[in-house]
């Protein structure tokens, strides 16, 4: 008999046979391949340690923005077909297009920017026009903005 279980990421009620896997001699069932990739990368943000509860348990959110800058900007079609796919991800909150620049609002908790990477990748297939190399730049520029905003903190720190 297939037992209906909480899935420990989103916490939607599921076979225990969907997306099954073991961990620690516990025993997990998955909505999606999303919420298990999710758990499989830091279990214990879901089922916390003995005596401990997860963010996760206590219903806690992280939520984050990430801007992109594309080399070339997308035209109405693409922005729209972008922003659906996204979207369709849990976890995805937000999505802004304008022109060369998305940003996304997503929880960490239930989603990374590996996971958002990953399906801005295979959208990308289906757009076509150097659209991986466009993302690719994207996510370069964004880490540099992270990068320079650091700088900027702690030259604030030393010089003040």
């Known amino acids: 008999m297939n037992e209906i279980v909480k899935d420990p990421v989103c916490h939607m009620q599921v076979p225990s046979t969907s997306f099954a896997t073991e961990y620690a001699g516990g025993h997990y069932a998955f909505c999606s ?3 298990r990739e999710r758990f ?6 879901y089922i916390g340690f003995p005596g401990h509860k997860a963010p996760a348990q206590e219903g806690k959110k992280v939520i984050k923005r990430r801007r992109l800058l594309l080399s070339a900007p997308l ?3 693409q922005a ?7 979207l369709e ?3 995805i909150h937000e999505i802004l ?7 996304i609002q997503y929880d960490l908790i239930q989603v990374t920017t590996g996971q958002i990477a990953d399906k ?4 990308g297939a289906d757009l076509g026009g150097g659209w991986i190399d466009r993302l690719k730049l994207a996510f370069i520029n964004n880490l540099e903005e992270i990068e320079i905003s650091s700088l900027e903190v702690e030259n604030k720190k030393c010089c003040h």
């Open 80 to 86: 729209e077909q972008v922003k659906r796919a996204l």
């Open 75 to 77: 035209d109405a079609t």
């Open 89 to 91: 991800m849990m976890g």
């Open 120 to 123: 801005l990748a295979l959208i």
């Open 97 to 103: 297009i304008e022109g060369d620049k998305i940003e």
């Open 40 to 45: 499989l990368a830091n279990p214990h943000l």
């Open 33 to 35: 391949a999303q919420c």
